[in-house]
């Protein structure tokens, strides 16, 4: 049994080692060995193709600060999700039990809504940079979680105005049999009959599917004018593809909310040209701060960012000098800070930190693929239209 003098002795100890910030007392903590970083992407699965992009972009918004935030090495950890939630919850739980002060991604949606609620429960801040979902960013969804990328409704909105644009009357879509683009699809369908739009055909193939031979023969043999793509990753790639042994792209206009950048063009070839689709960031975007990480990026793997590259660069890069600037070592008031944050120098344009929801207000752009001359990738992207964020966000209703 301990002694009452020695039980009195030790927890003297301890609360002078909490009053000099020797231990975690609260909210407050010392100023650790290295900020560690938990990173939880999809590195294989469907989205696979996007997660290294993710990893490169923050590899550079940690290197072009020296590799330290307040002084401190900054050391990132890469977890698989494998593009599954259950991974993802899995992985980061890892990753905060082995200190992480932070966590980012994931890449789906759905692996970032779980890690959300992980986030929140453990009280650990939670970047999203490229996860559209609704969901994730609500007034009261979480303190502790924000998205500095665009959200589905801002991007079906460009979409929606698209169709308006090029005045389709038909359109026959093409959904992922998943949560997000579901949500996304129930948002277009509610706008078409208003608008004077039929849609003419459906189908929801499942995340991952690897044949769309009847689906594309489906598209072919209908009336549309236009297909709505609502999906992403290898499973837009798969379908543009097979989409363009029949030149599909000939007869129907092929387009979606994120149905294209340079990764995807590359991977499907001449038969993503033309396509049109939202672009949550393109290297062609003329800021100064873009022109500086293009740059950077460029000499450090020798090709342009994709968007995912840029918009995860973009985001930590964010969250990195909001942490410098508030100079302490509580995570609350990182929390604090960011929630109240501007910034002015994106690669995008002006982006506002939203405290109702935590979703960043940001510009829209949409663009198209074409022939690109050098230095730019063969297949690239055009900006045909930037929108303002006053079209893309509804007010808050708390």
Aim: include cysteine.
């Amino acid at each position: 049994m301990v002694s009452v003098a020695k039980w009195f002795k030790k927890g003297m100890v301890v609360a002078a080692a909490a009053a000099m910030g020797l231990v975690s007392n609260g909210h407050a903590q010392s100023k650790p060995e290295k900020f560690k970083i938990g990173g939880v992407l999809s590195l294989s699965g469907p989205y696979g193709l996007l997660g290294e992009d993710m990893r490169r972009g923050v590899q550079i918004a940690v290197e072009e600060r020296g590799g330290k935030v307040m002084g401190v090495p900054i050391e990132v950890t890469w977890e698989d999700d494998e593009t599954k939630p259950q991974p993802a919850v899995q992985k980061a739980t890892k990753l905060i039990s082995e200190g992480s002060h932070m966590i980012f991604g994931a890449l789906s949606s759905a692996s970032t809504l779980a890690v959300m609620n992980l986030a929140k429960q453990r009280k650990v801040p939670h970047l999203v940079t490229i996860s559209a979902d609704d969901k994730i960013t609500v007034p009261g969804g979480s303190r502790y979680t924000f998205r500095t990328s665009n959200n589905l409704g801002m991007e079906n909105r460009m979409a929606l105005a698209y169709m308006q644009d090029r005045k389709l009357k038909k359109i026959y879509i093409v959904t992922a049999d998943y949560q997000a683009t579901r949500d996304g699809y129930e948002w277009i369908k509610q706008q078409t009959g208003p608008n004077g739009i039929q849609i003419v055909g459906e189908d929801f193939p499942p995340l991952g599917n690897r044949d769309y031979s009847s689906i594309v023969d489906k598209i072919a043999k209908s009336d549309a004018d236009g297909v709505l793509l609502m999906l992403t990753g290898s499973d837009v790639v798969t379908l543009l593809k097979q989409a363009g042994q029949v030149n599909l792209g000939k007869s129907k206009v092929l387009f979606g909310p994120v149905a294209a950048d340079e990764t995807m063009a590359a991977a499907v070839g001449p038969a993503s040209l033309g396509v049109n689709s939202g672009l949550r960031y393109d290297h062609t975007i003329d800021t100064a701060a873009n022109r500086k990480f293009v740059e950077a990026y460029r000499k450090k793997f020798g090709i342009f960012p994709s968007m995912t590259a840029g918009e995860a660069y973009d985001g930590m890069a964010w969250w990195l000098d909001t942490v410098e600037k508030t100079g302490s070592w509580d995570k609350e008031k990182w929390v604090d800070a960011f929630a109240a944050s501007v910034r002015e120098n994106s690669v995008e344009g002006k982006k506002t930190m939203r405290a109702c929801d935590h979703q960043a207000l940001q510009p829209g752009f949409w663009g198209e693929v074409v022939q690109g001359t050098p230095p730019a990738p063969a297949l690239t992207m055009k900006i045909t239209k930037v929108f303002p964020e006053e079209k893309l966000f509804e007010a808050c209703k708390n």
